[in-house]
């Protein structure tokens, strides 16, 4: 609170006391000077200027550390509770009022409601103009904020009255139990009664189960100091001390957590969590779908100042680059080409992702029967890497899939599509801007088949034009490429003559069913420049598990090994740190027959790098099969790599076309997949999309993994869309309130600190080397930075030796003044063609070096195996470092 000297009112802050100062002081006759508001400044003023400029002055830091300027306020509209100033919580009373929402008057006895800005500032400036924080209604203002940001909790028993500190106190611990809840019952998926069960049992142990061990503790105290006190008052003060603890006041009977009911309303009401909002399909038949408004999550999301910053930070940077390198989706050709996003304007660049997926058993009796179609959205304008938190992308629609063929698109993407048009047109409100942003949607990312059913494409993959990048049809890939250019691309003209032949014929034109539903409704956004090529299902879980099955079979035929062998070699083989993880399967009997080994993205993708060192030393090196699996590794390295340049995409044209020259003439009479079609557009869709592994859809599937735990745990089928996007909604809240977006990058469970001069000779001259003037350092076995986990003997790249790559063996993780270093002996290295991958070999001198995770071109580690004597290591993806090529084919 600030109290005027001049008339001892109380008023909420800074900005109202000299507000109210100069109209009820600064004009009164025979003032001939202005004293300084604050209660401990004896200055005074001549003029209003001076002393404006002497509190902006010499006020302004006092100003951000008086935390008596904020408050607890709780907006009336969307029951948002936050820790901030009067004039932040009028900002925020404002978005609502700019989108026509209705907001009774604040303040006490004052009837008075509007749903137009300008009104609302007219009643309060005429009726409201001199206000403090006790004027506020009850249900608005909820006193002062009891924890303050970045304080301990020692500062709850810190000065103040008693009824005060009791109500910090009572609030403090409240609040951090919901939180616990809400994470029990939400993110670990604990049912409703079992925490029901939980907290009773709770509040008897601490209320009435301590009461004897609580009496004894009292009693001894007063032993100690020799004070006789009564039995009846040690009664008496051993319960008020159990039963007012402030855990047991949280989770009694009678507190807002006590029942289901009521936690949810103290979540919905403390957490600022967005319900979904239920639409209806046909009411007759009961068939409905959830819906998350779009605009209220993106205002949610922006109001988190990380975000913000990052947001602002990416349009900052400079997307033109001396030499052309592609790392983002803003380097792309669409991306320059749309005026809307890159023009100066801060743009927000939304990212769909829609898909179906299973809930239940695949292979059990519930199969399709409650397969959904879930579309999801990222915040595009983040940098990469941003979203491989599973909680950093948000839910937008959930429908049954046999709902979104009954009734389309059309019909189940409406509301989210009002949304975006509204987005596009008026934009968001962002308080800490101060400003609308205006946004689009920037690409669909999605499978062939999603992919192709909203964006209005023939969804049979059997026949005609099945590509939605050219117009060529499927009859002729199997004798053109696309590296010849008889296919013609999909333009805006070509695809809007092609919807208008389609409406008119009533048929499909060039593969071209109807108009796309976003296209249509939306002005910066077109199907030919916003659907990107997925490559988990081209490649991973397309043309991987296909060649492999056709090649491995070859090699079977010819006695290199049998299937037996080969899953023994598999199963048998060394992995080591991540490639545990993700280790490949082993191959089914009936892989033959099927024509494909089957398997996830993750294990075909492991499978495929490493195979070279598990029967690399079976095969002789002129094995056709085995130049094909070769090949086609060296083509997946370069899809993955996170930087492209003009001359890796040609190479990884080239690359594709011989692949495919060597693939036919091995197996002649074998069809090729659409996918290999797909897979001769890449080098074209990096250009014009970038690196198209920030578009891919591996994260997005592991999303579906959230709503399959729910089900699997809910064990309720009554109306699963709602039940999934309720329990979603309230994991993203708790998410949102207990941690930032931006987490730390460095996370350490174990450190040593040590001297310098207590280390190895090696390691001290390495460290005095580059920091000279440190004295201690501290040492690690492991780290995780930036999602990436590090340990000793792991090895990474940096730098060049003669055009290959530069391996170095981390010896010691450390931390060195904040920055993670690794202490490393640098490797000599030369290619193996026929493993597909780098021999090692210790240098003679035994030097070591100290390199920065900052300095690293790129941060994935790597591990090495020894296989026939030889220490091999197979790059994850292709590396660009300095310019230049990082592996040799």
Same mark, same amino acid.
């Given at each position: 609170?600030?109290?005027?000297?001049?008339?001892?009112?109380?008023?909420?802050?800074?900005?109202?006391?000299?507000?109210?100062?100069?109209?009820?002081?600064?004009?009164?006759?025979?003032?001939?000077?202005?004293?300084?508001?604050?209660?401990?400044?004896?200055?005074?003023?001549?003029?209003?200027?001076?002393?404006?400029?002497?509190?902006?002055?010499?006020?302004?830091?006092?100003?951000?550390?008086?935390?008596?300027?904020?408050?607890?306020?709780?907006?009336?509209?969307?029951?948002?509770?936050?820790?901030?100033?009067?004039?932040?919580?009028?900002?925020?009373?404002?978005?609502?009022?700019?989108?026509?929402?209705?907001?009774?008057?604040?303040?006490?006895?004052?009837?008075?409601?509007?749903?137009?800005?300008?009104?609302?500032?007219?009643?309060?400036?005429?009726?409201?103009?001199?206000?403090?924080?006790?004027?506020?209604?009850?249900?608005?203002?909820?006193?002062?904020?009891?924890?303050?940001?970045?304080?301990?909790?020692?500062?709850?028993?810190?000065?103040?009255?008693?009824?005060?500190?009791?109500?910090?106190?009572?609030?403090?611990?409240?609040?951090?139990?919901?939180?616990?809840?809400?994470?029990?019952?939400?993110?670990?998926?604990?049912?409703?009664?079992?925490?029901?069960?939980?907290?009773?049992?709770?509040?008897?142990?601490?209320?009435?189960?301590?009461?004897?061990?609580?009496?004894?503790?009292?009693?001894?105290?007063?032993?100690?100091?020799?004070?006789?006190?009564?039995?009846?008052?040690?009664?008496?003060?051993?319960?008020?001390?159990?039963?007012?603890?402030?855990?047991?006041?949280?989770?009694?009977?009678?507190?807002?957590?006590?029942?289901?009911?009521?936690?949810?309303?103290?979540?919905?009401?403390?957490?600022?969590?967005?319900?979904?909002?239920?639409?209806?399909?046909?009411?007759?038949?009961?068939?409905?779908?959830?819906?998350?408004?779009?605009?209220?999550?993106?205002?949610?999301?922006?109001?988190?100042?990380?975000?913000?910053?990052?947001?602002?930070?990416?349009?900052?940077?400079?997307?033109?680059?001396?030499?052309?390198?592609?790392?983002?989706?803003?380097?792309?050709?669409?991306?320059?080409?749309?005026?809307?996003?890159?023009?100066?304007?801060?743009?927000?660049?939304?990212?769909?992702?829609?898909?179906?997926?299973?809930?239940?058993?695949?292979?059990?009796?519930?199969?399709?029967?409650?397969?959904?179609?879930?579309?999801?959205?990222?915040?595009?304008?983040?940098?990469?890497?941003?979203?491989?938190?599973?909680? #950093?992308?948000?839910?937008?629609?959930?429908?049954?899939?046999?709902?979104?063929?009954?009734?389309?698109?059309?019909?189940?993407?409406?509301?989210?599509?009002?949304?975006?048009?509204?987005?596009?047109?008026?934009?968001?409100?962002?308080?800490?801007?101060?400003?609308?942003?205006?946004?689009?949607?920037?690409?669909?990312?999605?499978?062939?088949?999603?992919?192709?059913?909203?964006?209005?494409?023939?969804?049979?993959?059997?026949?005609?034009?099945?590509?939605?990048?050219?117009?060529?049809?499927?009859?002729?890939?199997?004798?053109?490429?696309?590296?010849?250019?008889?296919?013609?691309?999909?333009?805006?003209?070509?695809?809007?003559?092609?919807?208008?032949?389609?409406?008119?014929?009533?048929?499909?034109?060039?593969?071209?069913?109807?108009?796309?539903?976003?296209?249509?409704?939306?002005?910066?956004?077109?199907?030919?420049?916003?659907?990107?090529?997925?490559?988990?299902?081209?490649?991973?879980?397309?043309?991987?598990?296909?060649?492999?099955?056709?090649?491995?079979?070859?090699?079977?035929?010819?006695?290199?090994?049998?299937?037996?062998?080969?899953?023994?070699?598999?199963?048998?083989?060394?992995?080591?740190?991540?490639?545990?993880?993700?280790?490949?399967?082993?191959?089914?009997?009936?892989?033959?027959?099927?024509?494909?080994?089957?398997?996830?993205?993750?294990?075909?993708?492991?499978?495929?790098?490493?195979?070279?060192?598990?029967?690399?030393?079976?095969?002789?090196?002129?094995?056709?099969?085995?130049?094909?699996?070769?090949?086609?590794?060296?083509?997946?390295?370069?899809?993955?790599?996170?930087?492209?340049?003009?001359?890796?995409?040609?190479?990884?044209?080239?690359?594709?076309?011989?692949?495919?020259?060597?693939?036919?003439?091995?197996?002649?009479?074998?069809?090729?997949?659409?996918?290999?079609?797909?897979?001769?557009?890449?080098?074209?869709?990096?250009?014009?999309?970038?690196?198209?592994?920030?578009?891919?859809?591996?994260?997005?599937?592991?999303?579906?993994?959230?709503?399959?735990?729910?089900?699997?745990?809910?064990?309720?089928?009554?109306?699963?869309?709602?039940?999934?996007?309720?329990?979603?909604?309230?994991?993203?809240?708790?998410?949102?309130?207990?941690?930032?977006?931006?987490?730390?990058?460095?996370?350490?469970?174990?450190?040593?600190?040590?001297?310098?001069?207590?280390?190895?000779?090696?390691?001290? #001259?390495?460290?005095?080397?580059?920091?000279?003037?440190?004295?201690?350092?501290?040492?690690?076995?492991?780290?995780?930075?930036?999602?990436?986990?590090?340990?000793?003997?792991?090895?990474?790249?940096?730098?060049?030796?003669?055009?290959?790559?530069?391996?170095?063996?981390?010896?010691?993780?450390?931390?060195?003044?904040?920055?993670?270093?690794?202490?490393?002996?640098?490797?000599?290295?030369?290619?193996?063609?026929?493993?597909?991958?780098?021999?090692?070999?210790?240098?003679?001198?035994?030097?070591?070096?100290?390199?920065?995770?900052?300095?690293?071109?790129?941060?994935?580690?790597?591990?090495?195996?020894?296989?026939?004597?030889?220490?091999?290591?197979?790059?994850?993806?292709?590396?660009?470092?300095?310019?230049?090529?990082?592996?040799?084919?």
């Amino acid at each position: 609170m600030w109290t005027c000297k001049s008339c001892s009112l109380e008023l909420s802050s800074r900005y109202v006391l000299l507000k109210h100062f100069r109209q009820a002081h600064g004009h009164i006759r025979g003032v001939s000077r202005f004293p300084c508001p604050y209660s401990d400044c004896p200055c005074s003023f001549t003029t209003w200027t001076k002393l404006l400029n002497h509190t902006y002055k010499n006020h302004s830091e006092q100003t951000t550390q008086n935390k008596s300027e904020q408050s607890i306020f709780q907006c009336p509209i969307c029951s948002r509770r936050e820790y901030i100033s009067e004039r932040n919580f009028f900002q925020h009373i404002n978005t609502h009022l700019r989108r026509h929402q209705t907001v009774q008057c604040l303040f006490k006895n004052c009837e008075f409601e509007t749903n137009i800005y300008s009104t609302f500032q007219t009643h309060k400036y005429r009726k409201h103009n001199k206000y403090s924080l006790h004027d506020f209604r009850d249900n608005i203002c909820i006193r002062n904020q009891l924890i303050q940001s970045g304080s301990s909790e020692d500062d709850l028993f810190k000065a103040g009255t008693t009824d005060t500190l009791q109500e910090k106190v009572d609030y403090y611990f409240e609040e951090r139990i919901a939180c616990l809840l809400l994470k029990l019952e939400n993110v670990i998926h604990v049912p409703t009664t079992v925490v029901d069960e939980l907290l009773s049992e709770l509040d008897y142990l601490l209320s009435t189960a301590s009461l004897h061990a609580t009496k004894t503790v009292i009693s001894g105290v007063f032993q100690n100091n020799q004070l006789q006190i009564e039995e009846s008052l040690i009664d008496e003060i051993s319960s008020i001390v159990c039963r007012s603890s402030p855990v047991c006041v949280a989770i009694a009977s009678d507190s807002p957590l006590a029942t289901a009911y009521k936690r949810k309303q103290y979540y919905c009401s403390h957490f600022g969590i967005i319900e979904p909002i239920e639409y209806i399909l046909d009411a007759q038949r009961n068939r409905t779908y959830q819906y998350i408004p779009l605009l209220r999550s993106l205002q949610q999301l922006l109001s988190q100042k990380d975000v913000l910053e990052l947001l602002v930070a990416q349009k900052g940077q400079n997307t033109q680059l001396t030499s052309q390198e592609y790392r983002t989706v803003r380097d792309g050709e669409y991306y320059k080409q749309n005026s809307f996003f890159c023009g100066e304007e801060l743009r927000i660049a939304v990212n769909l992702y829609i898909d179906d997926f299973e809930i239940c058993n695949p292979l059990g009796t519930s199969r399709k029967k409650h397969k959904l179609c879930g579309v999801y959205w990222v915040l595009g304008n983040l940098p990469p890497g941003s979203h491989s938190a599973l909680t #950093s992308i948000y839910l937008a629609v959930l429908c049954k899939s046999d709902d979104t063929k009954a009734f389309g698109f059309v019909k189940v993407l409406e509301p989210l599509i009002q949304d975006l048009t509204i987005l596009e047109k008026h934009g968001v409100f962002v308080s800490q801007l101060g400003k609308f942003l205006k946004g689009s949607v920037q690409c669909v990312i999605a499978d062939n088949l999603s992919a192709h059913g909203i964006g209005g494409f023939v969804e049979s993959f059997a026949g005609g034009s099945i590509c939605r990048f050219c117009t060529g049809d499927k009859s002729e890939f199997q004798n053109q490429d696309v590296m010849s250019g008889i296919f013609q691309l999909r333009t805006r003209e070509v695809h809007e003559i092609h919807v208008r032949c389609a409406q008119e014929k009533a048929t499909a034109v060039c593969g071209v069913k109807k108009q796309c539903v976003l296209t249509e409704n939306l002005s910066h956004f077109h199907v030919s420049t916003g659907y990107p090529p997925d490559i988990v299902h081209d490649i991973f879980e397309g043309i991987v598990p296909t060649e492999l099955a056709r090649c491995i079979s070859l090699l079977i035929a010819k006695k290199y090994f049998t299937l037996d062998k080969l899953n023994t070699l598999i199963q048998k083989f060394p992995y080591k740190f991540g490639d545990k993880t993700n280790r490949p399967h082993a191959i089914p009997h009936t892989y033959s027959s099927k024509n494909t080994i089957g398997g996830n993205a993750h294990e075909n993708w492991s499978l495929l790098r490493l195979l070279p060192l598990i029967i690399g030393p079976l095969l002789p090196v002129d094995e056709p099969a085995w130049q094909v699996i070769l090949h086609h590794k060296d083509i997946v390295e370069l899809v993955v790599a996170h930087v492209h340049t003009d001359e890796t995409i040609a190479y990884l044209e080239a690359k594709i076309y011989d692949h495919r020259q060597l693939y036919l003439d091995l197996f002649p009479h074998v069809n090729l997949l659409p996918k290999h079609h797909y897979l001769e557009h890449y080098p074209q869709m990096i250009k014009c999309f970038g690196p198209l592994i920030s578009l891919w859809t591996m994260r997005f599937e592991a999303k579906h993994s959230f709503f399959k735990q729910v089900a699997r745990h809910t064990n309720c089928f009554k109306n699963i869309p709602f039940s999934l996007a309720v329990k979603h909604q309230f994991m993203i809240a708790h998410q949102t309130h207990s941690s930032n977006y931006k987490k730390s990058s460095l996370e350490v469970r174990n450190a040593s600190v040590m001297p310098v001069e207590v280390l190895n000779d090696r390691v001290v #001259s390495a460290l005095m080397e580059r920091y000279p003037s440190i004295s201690e350092v501290a040492l690690l076995k492991k780290v995780s930075c930036n999602g990436m986990h590090y340990s000793q003997g792991m090895l990474i790249v940096h730098g060049t030796v003669n055009g290959l790559p530069k391996f170095n063996e981390i010896i010691q993780l450390c931390i060195v003044e904040k920055k993670l270093c690794f202490i490393v002996r640098e490797l000599c290295s030369w290619y193996r063609e026929h493993y597909g991958g780098f021999e090692l070999s210790t240098p003679s001198t035994r030097e070591l070096a100290i390199i920065e995770l900052g300095d690293l071109e790129d941060p994935y580690p790597l591990a090495d195996y020894i296989v026939e004597g030889l220490r091999l290591v197979m790059l994850k993806r292709f590396i660009i470092v300095k310019g230049k090529f990082s592996s040799i084919t």
